[in-house]
């Protein structure tokens, strides 16, 4: 990951490659072995996807930045 | 009187208070009109004709003995197929749940029926609200009135679709990713995702637990207004229901745009996005005519389009995962692939990834608070692109994620799109407006200004 505590994170998360056989295994590891039979292209996909969404998000501006609560607007503005 | 599919809501309820319309002849009429335009639309999953006919006749009872319930009595809605409806099936248009009866109302439900409204039926959506246009699951896809070779948007795509068609003049739908906005820009018609937690989500098939909205799909800026007017509010049994207040919302309605600031968000369709010619023009020409209208606009930036739809992706995805893993572990031939594939990344995303994705989330939502501290309503585009067709899987994979309504799920600020005009080839182009929370009553003092001035709800899709 790159960006730190002191600069505005304007960096994406690096995230490698995913192969198949780490697919099979994280797809196995979920319980997903009726799909990776059945479905397999679609597991690909989806691991793929998951990749891709991940890192294309920024890194935080600030690592201790608290995460919660994620949706409170509360008694409005 | 004619015409009686193309009465709004309001007008419709109007007319029955004072007994020039009876509710069982409204009812009627849209039946038949249902009868005649579903085979090509395809928007009702479940119509409950002998339930609505029987509600009528208590409608018109309830008026004749001067006991109206409420602003929307007599008036007949459609239902997304995710939202509970009692004695129904909640089918969210999937083989997972084909058998799966609702004991009681969804509480949106509830409160339309207490305001007097009639349920037709439940609607078409996208599996579980996320496939997409599917040609192998129970029921068929929705059509687009206008053009019935084109998708009507998604995922509330029944209620979009009837809505637009004249099958009834409201109807509910929810917005996680877009997906009230998406059906209301492709169709022509209003649809607005609220504040979060403004509207109960009990009862509502949950697809992701903070993205979730509720929100009314109507004709019209001021039956959308009333319909929000009934369902909003306080649910102490919904863990995200806002202890706001809520009403009030078509109070400034008429009051015109002068003086107003609003932002024009141009970098999404221009450089994120960069929208078809015919949808730029259209924003162009809502921005230009508030301008005219006497409303201050200017420009405003926001965080790329991009990173949005990655945030929303990942705590959408995360969170649908708890929802549909064991499902998806037993019983995966029994989604569409769609769905199928739209479901299964949650599987591959970690905890670390759920975590900053929900920290970027609080900084798009400072952004976003920011951008509306210095103006009053923020104009973008809703669809980048016209209406795609719907047997060509190749675009509207393409088109589909080519919006900007993914943002305000992700911020959770309410959000309208309506129609901006119409293409050369006579499909509908959007436009959205998006509000501080709790402000929906400035997006419709917006809306109504352009509607209008540009007439939306007077054009009426070619059909029937």
Same mark, same amino acid.
């Given at each position: 990951?790159?960006?730190?505590?002191?600069?505005?994170?304007?960096?994406?998360?690096?995230?490698?490659?995913?192969?198949?056989?780490?697919?099979?295994?994280?797809?196995?590891?979920?319980?997903?072995?009726k799909a990776l039979a059945a479905f397999p292209d679609d597991v690909t996909a989806a691991a793929t996807q998951a990749g891709t969404a991940a890192a294309r998000m920024q890194a935080p501006a600030d690592p201790r930045a608290e995460p919660w609560p994620p949706m409170k607007v509360g008694a409005g503005r | 009187m004619n015409d009686l599919h193309w009465l709004t809501a309001e007008a419709a309820a109007r007319a029955i208070a004072a007994r020039e319309v009876s509710p069982v002849e409204l009812t009627k009429?849209?039946?038949?009109?249902?009868?005649?335009?579903?085979?090509?639309?395809?928007?009702?999953?479940?119509?409950?004709?002998?339930?609505?006919? !029987?509600?009528?006749?208590?409608?018109?009872?309830?008026?004749?003995?001067?006991?109206?319930?409420?602003?929307?009595?007599?008036?007949?809605?459609?239902?997304?197929?995710?939202?509970?409806?009692?004695?129904?099936? &909640?089918?969210?248009?999937?083989?997972?749940?084909?058998?799966?009866?609702?004991?009681?109302?969804?509480?949106?439900?509830?409160?339309?029926?207490? !305001?007097?409204?009639?349920?037709?039926?439940?609607? $078409?959506?996208?599996?579980?609200?996320?496939?997409?246009?599917?040609?192998?699951?129970?029921?068929?896809?929705?059509?687009?009135?206008?053009? &019935?070779?084109?998708h009507p948007g998604g995922s509330s795509s029944g209620s979009g679709s009837g809505v637009a068609a004249g099958l009834f003049p409201m109807a509910l739908g929810s917005d996680t990713g877009g997906s009230v906005r998406n059906p209301a820009s492709a169709?022509?018609?209003?649809?607005?995702?609220?504040?979060?937690?403004?509207?109960?989500?009990?009862?509502?098939?949950?697809?992701?637990?903070?993205?979730?909205?509720?929100?009314?799909?109507?004709?019209?800026?001021?039956?959308?207004?009333?319909?929000?007017?009934?369902?909003?509010?306080?649910?102490?049994?919904?863990?995200?229901?806002?202890?706001?207040?809520?009403?009030?919302?078509?109070?400034?309605?008429?009051?015109?745009?002068?003086?107003?600031?609003?932002?024009?968000?141009?970098?999404?369709?221009?450089?994120?996005?960069?929208?078809?010619?015919?949808?730029?023009?259209?924003?162009?020409?809502?921005?230009? &005519?508030?301008? $005219?209208?006497?409303?201050?606009?200017?420009?405003?930036?926001?965080?790329?389009?991009?990173?949005?739809?990655?945030?929303?992706?990942?705590?959408?995805?995360?969170?649908?995962?708890?929802?549909?893993? $064991?499902?998806?572990?037993?019983?995966?031939?029994?989604?569409?692939?769609?769905?199928?594939?739209?479901?299964?990344?949650?599987?591959?995303?970690?905890?670390?990834?759920?975590?900053?994705?929900?920290?970027?989330?609080?900084?798009?939502? !400072?952004?976003?608070?920011?951008?509306?501290?210095?103006?009053?309503?923020?104009?973008?585009?809703?669809?980048?692109?016209?209406?795609?067709?719907?047997?060509?899987?190749?675009?509207?994979?393409?088109?589909?994620?080519?919006?900007?309504?993914?943002?305000?799920?992700?911020?959770?600020?309410?959000?309208?799109?309506?129609?901006?005009?119409? $293409?050369?080839?006579?499909?509908?182009?959007?436009?959205?407006?998006?509000?501080?929370?709790?402000?929906?009553? &400035?997006?419709?003092?917006? !809306?109504?200004?352009?509607?209008?001035?540009?007439?939306?709800?007077?054009?009426?899709?070619?059909?029937?």
């Amino acid at each position: 990951m790159r960006g730190n505590a002191t600069t505005p994170g304007s960096a994406v998360m690096e995230r490698a490659a995913i192969d198949r056989t780490t697919i099979e295994l994280l797809a196995r590891r979920a319980g997903l072995d009726k799909a990776l039979a059945a479905f397999p292209d679609d597991v690909t996909a989806a691991a793929t996807q998951a990749g891709t969404a991940a890192a294309r998000m920024q890194a935080p501006a600030d690592p201790r930045a608290e995460p919660w609560p994620p949706m409170k607007v509360g008694a409005g503005r | 009187m004619n015409d009686l599919h193309w009465l709004t809501a309001e007008a419709a309820a109007r007319a029955i208070a004072a007994r020039e319309v009876s509710p069982v002849e409204l009812t009627k009429a849209l039946l038949e009109r249902i009868e005649r335009l579903d085979p090509r639309l395809n928007v009702f999953i479940r119509l409950d004709a002998d339930a609505a006919i !029987a509600a009528a006749k208590a409608a018109e009872q309830e008026i004749i003995a001067g006991r109206p319930r409420g602003p929307l009595h007599g008036v007949p809605v459609g239902i997304k197929d995710i939202i509970d409806v009692a004695g129904l099936p &909640t089918t969210c248009h999937s083989k997972i749940l084909v058998d799966n009866i609702a004991a009681e109302d969804a509480v949106c439900v509830a409160r339309l029926r207490g !305001a007097g409204a009639i349920v037709l039926g439940k609607l $078409s959506t996208h599996e579980f609200a996320i496939g997409g246009p599917s040609f192998d699951l129970p029921w068929p896809p929705a059509r687009n009135p206008w053009n &019935t070779a084109h998708h009507p948007g998604g995922s509330s795509s029944g209620s979009g679709s009837g809505v637009a068609a004249g099958l009834f003049p409201m109807a509910l739908g929810s917005d996680t990713g877009g997906s009230v906005r998406n059906p209301a820009s492709a169709c022509g018609i209003v649809g607005l995702k609220p504040t979060y937690g403004l509207v109960s989500r009990r009862g509502v098939f949950p697809l992701a637990f903070t993205l979730d909205h509720v929100g009314p799909l109507t004709r019209t800026v001021a039956d959308n207004a009333l319909m929000l007017e009934v369902i909003a509010g306080h649910d102490p049994l919904d863990p995200g229901s806002a202890a706001a207040p809520a009403g009030g919302y078509a109070a400034a309605m008429e009051r015109g745009v002068r003086g107003l600031r609003i932002g024009f968000v141009r970098h999404f369709h221009e450089t994120d996005l960069p929208a078809s010619a015919e949808v730029a023009a259209g924003l162009e020409n809502v921005a230009g &005519t508030l301008k $005219s209208l006497g409303a201050d606009l200017r420009d405003i930036r926001l965080p790329a389009l991009g990173e949005f739809a990655a945030v929303n992706r990942v705590i959408l995805q995360s969170e649908a995962w708890t929802i549909h893993g $064991s499902w998806l572990r037993e019983r995966p031939g029994d989604y569409g692939r769609l769905a199928r594939r739209r479901l299964l990344p949650g599987a591959f995303l970690s905890a670390g990834d759920y975590v900053h994705a929900n920290r970027r989330r609080l900084e798009m939502i !400072a952004a976003v608070d920011d951008a509306l501290r210095e103006v009053d309503v923020l104009l973008c585009a809703s669809a980048m692109d016209p209406p795609s067709r719907i047997e060509d899987a190749e675009e509207t994979e393409r088109t589909y994620p080519r919006q900007a309504r993914t943002p305000f799920n992700v911020t959770g600020h309410p959000a309208l799109a309506m129609m901006a005009g119409l $293409s050369s080839n006579g499909l509908p182009l959007s436009v959205q407006f998006v509000g501080r929370n709790f402000a929906e009553a &400035t997006l419709f003092q917006v !809306a109504g200004a352009w509607e209008r001035a540009a007439g939306t709800d007077t054009r009426h899709p070619p059909i029937g």
